[in-house]
């Protein structure tokens, strides 16, 4: 909730903070860069829905981003043995905010692709359904710094929506050592995403061309 209200701070900023280049006829160095995407991954050995949403500066090929990264929806196990509690429906939700540096191979009107490197900080959180009453009980909980390096390509099929594919691998310290096993792994993922950079520049150019 924290980079959510940050994000919003940031885009109402925007206007003003640029104006003010524009009338000095200052160019920027750099770009914003302001996307959301949803992706498959992979998570305890199942292929899972993961969403994104990363804000970052760009310049020339090289990128500095931060992002908040977590599962669309918890991953359900119908039965899990958990010993003396017996066989039980079970819950994981696995979220992080990581910090990206990427360098940038291709960077075209159409094509994106790059080497992103990136450490995170986030959590690791096991529940089960109880089968008395039905209700959700926590299980277990633990805090995460996962270190991913990957292989990406991205193609915009209009100028606010994009395509991509990528592939590496994820390594997660934890102090349990199973989160570790779950949760290290080969990873790959396709998304579809939405570029509102692009989308709130556009707007500012439109709003400042009819004045």
Request: hydrophobic share 40%; proline share 3%; net charge positive.
């Amino acid at each position: 909730m924290r980079l959510l209200a940050f994000l919003c701070l940031f885009i109402a900023a925007l206007p003003r903070g640029m104006a003010q280049n524009d009338t000095a006829k200052v160019h920027a160095a750099f770009k914003v860069v302001f996307n959301f995407d949803a992706r498959r991954t992979w998570v305890n050995d199942a292929s899972v829905r993961f969403i994104g949403l990363r804000l970052g500066a760009q310049r020339g090929k090289d990128l500095i981003a931060i992002g908040y990264y977590g599962l669309g929806d918890p991953y359900v196990q119908p039965s899990v043995d958990l010993g003396t509690l017996g066989k039980r429906q079970f819950y994981t939700r696995f979220s992080y905010t990581a910090l990206t540096y990427e360098r940038l191979l291709i960077d075209t009107e159409r094509w994106q692709a790059g080497i992103p490197l990136s450490v995170g900080l986030g959590n690791y959180r096991t529940s089960y359904r109880d089968t008395s009453n039905g209700t959700e009980i926590a299980y277990g909980v633990n805090e995460l710094v996962p270190v991913e390096a990957y292989l990406h390509a991205d193609y915009n099929v209009f100028w606010f929506f994009f395509v991509g594919a990528g592939a590496g691998y994820r390594y997660v310290l934890a102090a349990d050592p199973a989160a570790t096993r779950k949760l290290s792994d080969y990873t790959y993922y396709f998304k579809v995403g939405l570029r509102f950079g692009e989308v709130v520049k556009r707007v500012r150019k439109s709003l400042r061309d009819d004045i």
